[in-house]
């Protein structure tokens, strides 16, 4: 059955999120040969509309208004309305961001829809659109699928594949007026926490490190790995609890959820909290001096060994490989 799928592109820093190209793929199989109309809210956004076409989208809308430069759940979700009424979707994919996860249960209750939230996967089944999701923090998946009203679920990062990008490709890109009101959160400023290098919850690769690291010297070295790597550096609350490093690295239940094709744990001992937060991960490096230490229990290839000796020598040997 082909449907039209509204597709929230998410931007952050005037560019788009890899997550909305990951969207636009699963919108694809939603539609069923179908219609993958992309939305994008803010000021300024209009400009990024051609790139969700180069990535599938069919179409653009944009809704822009000063009051939407910073995402307010009110703002997003008067914009978001307008483009549903307007397009009345039989679909409508968000990112499992903390943008999406905010805002699509406010959406789906205004619409009186279900919510198939953080979808790893998604495939036509038996003549159904069957969505998988972890469950009990990842220890299982389920399967769901819609069975009456708008098919609505936001996918997890780093999970589905985005389409090829298609520089040919050309669509519309429409601007719908929307009047933005009573605000009820008015955004004066962001102050960010000063980041270096790869977002955490898009990163393919994530050197994390935990109690083991012993100092927030400690991380240098996994640093210098992630750099050699193009990764980011992620934190078990351990290390984040004995002040190593910052709260925005946490990884696990309480922390970020996290699925790069390369995680390396360095002096994390896999407590069930942490595994929440990475045991999606495609491929998992544990180093740790305890060989009884449960992450070994996840891990793909285990190091037993001092991470000061182990993760240098690996940053040498991946240094000799990019020469
Ligand atoms: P430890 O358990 O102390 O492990 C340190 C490891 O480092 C050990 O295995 C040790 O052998 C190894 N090591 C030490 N020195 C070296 C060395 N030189 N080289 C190599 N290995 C070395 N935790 C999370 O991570 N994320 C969460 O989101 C989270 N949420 C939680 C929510 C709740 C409600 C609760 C109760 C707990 C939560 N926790 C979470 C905490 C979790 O239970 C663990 O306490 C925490 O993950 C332990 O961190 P760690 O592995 O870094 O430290």
């Known amino acids: 059955m082909a449907r039209k799928v509204v597709v929230l ?4 820093d005037g560019s788009l999120r890899n997550v909305s190209f990951e969207a636009i793929a699963a919108a694809k199989t939603v539609a069923e040969g179908g219609e993958v109309v992309g939305v994008l809210v803010g000021q300024s956004v209009s400009s990024l509309g051609q790139e969700l076409i180069h990535y599938g989208a069919d179409r653009v809308i ?24 307007q397009e009345s979707p039989e679909g409508i994919i968000f990112g499992h961001t903390a943008l999406g996860k905010d805002l699509s249960p406010k959406l789906a209750g205004k619409l009186k829809t279900g919510l198939v939230s953080d979808a790893t996967d998604l495939e036509l089944a038996g003549g159904n659109l069957v969505f998988t999701r972890p469950i009990y923090s990842g220890k299982a998946f389920e399967k769901k699928i ?8 936001t996918i997890r ?27 009820r959160t008015i955004i004066k400023d962001v102050v960010r926490k ?12 994530i050197i994390a490190g935990g109690r083991g690291v012993k100092s ?21 609350r351990g290390a984040c609890d ?19 094709d390369l995680y390396i744990a360095c002096g994390i001992s896999g407590a069930i909290q942490h595994l929440a937060g990475m045991s999606n991960s495609k491929v998992i490096v544990a180093i740790n001096k305890d060989p009884e ?5 996840v891990a793909d290839y285990g190091i037993v060994g001092d991470l000061f000796e182990v993760v240098p020598l690996l940053t040498e040997e991946f240094k000799k490989l990019k020469v």
């Open 242 to 260: 004995a002040d190593y490093c910052d709260y925005s690295l946490q990884i696990g239940q309480t922390g970020k959820v996290v699925t790069p």
């Open 194 to 205: 000063a980041s270096e290098g790869v977002d955490l919850s898009e990163a393919k690769v």
């Open 293 to 297: 230490a449960n992450i070994f229990n």
């Open 146 to 153: 819609v069975t009456d009203g708008v098919i609505f679920a």
């Open 216 to 236: 927030e010297d400690g991380f240098n070295p996994l640093k210098e790995l992630a750099d050699v790597l193009g990764g980011a550096v992620g934190a078990s």
């Open 62 to 85: 944009t809704v822009e208004d000063e009051k939407l430069a910073q995402y307010t759940p009110d703002g997003y979700s008067q914009a978001l309305m307008a483009v549903i009424g």
């Open 9 to 12: 592109g998410e931007v952050r």
């Open 157 to 183: 990062p780093n999970n589905i594949e985005p389409l090829a990008k298609d520089e040919a490709r050309t669509g519309d890109v429409a601007s719908l007026s929307v009047e933005i009101k009573d605000l």
